[in-house]
């Protein structure tokens, strides 16, 4: 047990002396379980010289639960069940989007059904008309139904019991007419349930095709080839702090319109003292490289992988939040992309989330795009789209960050006046000078 203390003491010593804790002092203490926290190591390269691209320390890590709670998964999946609902009725006289919405097993399921029911409720009526015209069927000592007397042939021609029936069935729903079996012009209610058994059967093909039409025609297949990096990364860009993700897009067809929106869910309190436990701030995403004053723009346009940002202004909700207050929060930032697929014109919704142990502090992420000079193309690496390197940020939140940079600018203020002082007396002091020289 000394040994062991005596060895973690010196590994804290050396990580120490470096100022932080590195990423590889992570990897060789905790290799698996560091890679649920940053990333995969074989996309993750060292931290720079002076670096600090750790979330927190070896034991901070040890003290986070191994459960995982969100609201959105990594596939863009909404884990949320509704309970308690007072009526289900609704789901009923909705049923066209109850049908689109339920699975594909379920789809086809309610399809063979709809036809199988149809098929045997329309037999069980044509029967019990034949019935009602004054055929007695009786068993022979084949087990098979016969007429009694030949006068059901008069409405329907080769009817021999209830099999054929539901054969006739069948065919008068689908018009197959193999030519032996029909209905004649003898009996007027006969050509009233041919009618409406037509109709019915129209209804329900059109109704299925029109089902299984917005099912395939459905962008969630689109939305597959939509990628997001696993990770967000937390850096300074213009001396700014920025949340960032990157997207690519798999296809080479685009996604026109495409909008960007972020939404941070966690605990709130208000002036009052309520706690709102699940609160949804909107945060404003942007994919360009704002200044402090500009308004963010979350238009657009996919044609090489995206980086887009939150910067960390005095107004957004992370401002407060260090390294170690972000990890142990219980903010989950859910990031939506929606825009028109090009071939289709169909709208479609792309979803993430990044929960806190999701999010690299000091890290942003590496170059995935070359130029093939011989092809004449833009080749996208789709396997670095995660991968990521730590850099120099600050290990700060924005408020301190803000805070420290304060006395630089005054300072620096004060040199650029003491400066422009100088510059005015010489210029005094040669205008005197030219006056004593006349």
């Not at 395939?216 to 597959?224: I, T």
């Not at 697929?341 to 690299?360: F, H």
């Not at 100088?422 to 000078?433: D, M, S, T, V």
């Amino acid at each position: 047990m000394v040994k062991g203390e005596d060895l973690r003491v010196e590994e804290g010593k050396e990580e120490e002396e470096e100022g932080c804790y590195t990423n590889n002092s992570f990897i060789m203490e905790h290799s698996r379980r560091v890679a649920r926290w940053f990333s995969q190591p074989d996309l993750t390269e060292g931290p720079e010289k002076g670096s600090c691209g750790t979330l927190s320390t070896a034991g901070e890590l040890r003290k986070r639960s191994s459960t995982v709670r969100r609201l959105v998964d990594k596939g863009g999946h909404i884990r949320v069940t509704h309970v308690g609902a007072p009526n289900q009725g609704h789901y009923v006289r909705d049923i066209y989007t109850t049908a689109v919405d339920i699975r594909w097993r379920y789809t086809f399921l309610l399809f063979t059904a709809a036809f199988f029911l149809s098929w045997l409720a329309f037999a069980c009526i044509w029967h019990l008309s034949f019935i009602a015209q004054g055929i007695k069927v009786e068993l022979n000592t084949k087990n098979e139904t016969v007429p009694a007397k030949d006068s059901i042939t008069d409405c329907v021609s080769e009817i021999k019991g209830f099999t054929s029936t539901f054969l006739f069935s069948v065919e008068t729903q689908h018009t197959i007419g193999y030519g032996t079996r029909g209905s004649t012009s003898e009996c007027w209610h006969t050509v009233i349930l041919q009618c409406i058994q037509s109709i019915v059967g129209v209804i329900i093909q059109a109704s299925m095709a029109g089902i299984v039409f917005a099912k395939l025609s459905r962008p969630k297949a689109r939305a597959a080839t939509i990628m997001f990096s696993k990770h967000a990364v937390i850096s300074s860009r213009n001396g700014l702090l920025r949340l960032m993700c990157r997207v690519a897009n798999m296809r080479s067809s685009q996604l026109l319109e495409s909008h960007f929106t972020g939404v941070l869910v966690g605990e709130v309190t208000t002036m009052e003292g309520e706690v709102i436990r699940y609160h949804q701030t909107i945060i404003q995403l942007s994919v360009e490289i704002d200044d402090e004053g500009d308004d963010p723009k979350d238009y657009g346009h996919l044609l090489l992988p995206v980086v887009v940002s939150h910067t960390i202004t005095p107004d957004s909700p992370l401002y407060r939040l260090g390294p170690t207050d972000l990890l142990y929060s219980k903010l989950e930032l859910v990031v939506t992309l929606e825009g028109v697929v090009e071939p289709s014109g169909n709208t479609a919704q792309v979803r993430t989330s990044y929960l806190p142990d999701e999010i690299l502090w000091g890290h942003h992420f590496r170059n995935c795009v070359n130029y093939i000079k011989q092809e004449g193309v833009y080749a996208v690496d789709l396997s670095k789209v995660d991968s990521v390197r730590a850099d120099s940020t600050p290990r700060l939140s924005g408020a301190l960050l803000s805070q420290a940079k304060m006395p630089a600018q005054k300072s620096q203020q004060a040199d650029t006046s003491q400066g422009s002082a100088a510059l005015a007396l010489e210029g005094g002091g040669q205008n005197i000078r030219m006056i004593d020289e006349e």
